[in-house]
């Protein structure tokens, strides 16, 4: 996903070594000796990349082939039942529906709001270090806890209401109402999220030469347009790459809904990540929820590959 | 130019009029990112009466630490609290090792295969945890590791977490002079010893960025705990937090707050140790695009 590949200087053959004319005779050359400590070196990360992804990857795969049966224990082989199932579900297209509003809700907020708040705090005033503080604190209380304040501010005699009729505004239950859970679920977890996007978007914009500004607003050019025409450009690398990042975290939110809603009220809630856990532990069907997982995979996949086209088509790169 | 139409008194006006526009702009939008927070460390210094008082006081005439000793007498939460902490740690501590060591071999040690195995390795940042955790759950079953820390100390050390810090590593090695090693190497030095003494020195921003990286995973981990650990004295802080309900299923608000804002510690305690070089990290990193 996050991948800015930088191609690896290789070092000319033999030009950064001593020419040991008789250590090439023996069999630990410098050259092996590289070679097998390469593969010494990654062995630990490989080993944990197969053992616990690709491997479970694979099981998840032939576990989308079977049903569990609850009696034995057992997986029984039924072929492709578990992926005709996802045409039939009647609750999968409300599922499909609160994940694409869930994850395009957070993603929008997010890039814009972080975006915002980096070009405001990318100026030399007191207080500045105060407010970039201010703005990623939420990052540090543990999403989790973070939910549970929430969740207290948001309930029906909690504070957010309680603000809300001193100035004379009788506020829903916004947890309770269809129509109100996505957006207080939606609106928690950016605010908890956005700071780290700032400071991503803070570190590209100092990199972005200040001369190219001067020059711009000499020939005349307004804020708006030095910032639509000359910074965002320049930083849509970061942009994009922020936009992955969010987009793939946004799918794989899982403790913000169970905490907040339990996907609730109805379905209004229920993104695809807690659909696959209520599907998986809370009614066993390890066959289906695999293949809402696998489902889940191909969505992930497929917006890295999209992206990464894209990227070709309007990222900027200065050099 | 614009400079002899208007006079320098009113662009200094001007210039002050829209600070202070930008002040006003960012408190009003600070409001949702801090009083959350200052609510649930006020809240918890709260008698559960006063909680739900209309109208909302942010703070108490009368504050008490009752809520934090309940906290620890309802759940062992200071076991829980320990359990959290120690896995965090060990996460990290065993994500540096692995991480820095790949980073470095896929970075700066030429051998045969080393585009396609970093690839593959790859793959482990592209894949959500919730794809692989029913199979997960089913071998940490067969191998006996469920309803211990087991799971969640190697998934989380070697799986996703670990790549991510693999490729931040490998960024920042890469960006790295070659001269030094060069040197090291006449000296002498072998691979390790170069890694070791030469480019981890170096590396202290990465680490940091990765170190943060990591402890935020480990201390979030929510739906892993969930799905492998049933005793109460082995959870984690997150699950913790959400068993805080007396005998009638109602909430116990203010410890519940307590015992959150208790859990708020070692995270501020990480950054603050490792903020300072945590930016310059992910400069390196090529995170920054």
Redesign the interface.
Known sequence: ????I?E????PAGA???PAAPSRRRFWSA?R???L???L??T??????V???????G??VW?SLNDWNIFSGRLEFVGGDNYADLLTDPQLPSVLLATVVFSGGIVVLNIALGLG?AV??N?R?R?VTF?RT??F??????????T???G??LQD???IN??L??IGIDGPNWLQSGDTAMIAVI?SQV?RSV?INM??F???LQ?VPSELHEAARIDGAGSATIFFRITLPL?S??V??TAIITI?GA??A??QI??LTGGGPGLSTTVL?YY??QQ??EFNN?GY??TL??M??TF??LL?LLQWQLRKKWVFYED | MKTDLVSHGQRRAGHVLR?VI??V??SV??I??????V??IA?SLKPLNEI?Q???TIFTDSPTLAAYAEAFTFQPFARQYFNSVYIAVVVTLVTML??S??G?????????G?NV?FF?????????????????F??FTQAGLVNTHWPLI??T????P???A??VMR?FF??LP?ELE?AA??DGL???GI?WRISMPLAKPALSAVAILTF?AS??L??EP??YLTSPELFT???A??RYADAYGGEM?NT??AA??M??VP??IV?IIAQKQF?EG??HS????
Not at chain 1, 44 to 49: K, N
Not at chain 2, 125 to 132: A, H, N, Q, R
Not at chain 2, 157 to 160: G, I, K, R, W, Y
Not at chain 2, 286 to 289: E, F, H, I, M, P
């Open positions: 996903m996050t991948v800015t930088v690896t200087r290789e070092a950064s070594r001593p050259s000796r590289d070679q400590a390469g593969y070196f990654i630990p990360q490989l080993i944990g990349v053992l616990f992804v690709l491997v479970p990857v099981l998840a576990y708040l405001m705090l100026r005033f207080g407010f201010l703005f604190s939420p990052v540090v209380v543990s999403v989790v806890a973070w549970l304040v929430w207290f501010l005699n909690g504070g309680g603000a009729s001193v609106v605010v700071g400071v991503l803070l570190s590209a990199g930083i690398p970061t994009l790459l793939v799918l794989q899982f403790a169970a905490v990540v696959v856990f998986a532990f390890i929820g695999s997982a696998l889940l995979l992930v996949m890295t | 600070r930008l002040i702009a960012l939008l600070a949702p990112f801090v009083v959350p927070t609510w649930m809240s739900f209309s109208p909302p692995v991480a060591l790949a470095y071999a896929f970075a700066r040690i030429p051998f045969r080393r195995l593959v390795v790859l793959i482990g940042l592209l894949v959500p945890s919730e794809v692989t955790i029913v199979p997960l089913q071998m190697l998934v050390a070697l799986a996703a670990c790549v991510l693999t490729f960024q890469i960006a070659g060069e190497r006449l072998g691979r390790v890694w935020l201390w979030n929510y739906l969930t799905v802080l997150p699950q937090l959400t608000w519940q707050l959150a804002t859990t708020v995270m501020l950054f930016v992910l400069a090529g995170l920054k695009g």
